[in-house]
């Protein structure tokens, strides 16, 4: 659909401005990273330890912010920021209380 639609637009906008080598570049370093990343998240959650792993899973949301405010000039507003708040807050949450859990856990078993 993306195809059909951008010859569609092609004809009836002005034409297309081409990218400079660099932005070309870039773009091809990005669709490289981009999966081996993805790669690389999803294999350490498959193997390592989820306590230890999944505090970089949320910075990602820190980084993708700062990229979006220093590359791309982004201002985030009151519902982003109170979305990452929530996200933040519940894998907080549930780690203060799997680690309450695991306390009371271990002492009943003992």
């Known amino acids: 659909m993306l195809v059909p639609?951008?010859?569609i637009l092609l004809t009836l906008f002005d034409p297309p401005v081409p990218f400079p080598m660099i932005s070309v570049w870039m773009l091809a370093a990005s669709m490289a990273a981009a999966p081996l990343a993805y790669y690389g998240v999803t294999?350490?959650?498959?193997?390592?330890?989820?306590?230890?792993?999944?505090?970089f899973r949320y910075t990602r949301l820190i980084f993708a912010m700062a990229i979006g405010i220093l590359f791309f000039r982004e201002k985030p507003d009151a519902l982003t920021w109170?979305?990452?708040?929530?996200i933040m807050g519940s894998g907080l949450y549930t780690y203060m209380r799997e680690r309450r859990l695991a306390k009371i856990q271990s002492a009943l078993s003992t």
């Open 5 to 7: 639609t951008g010859v």
């Open 43 to 55: 294999a350490a959650m498959r193997t390592g330890d989820v306590g230890a792993v999944t505090p």
């Open 82 to 86: 109170a979305g990452a708040a929530m």
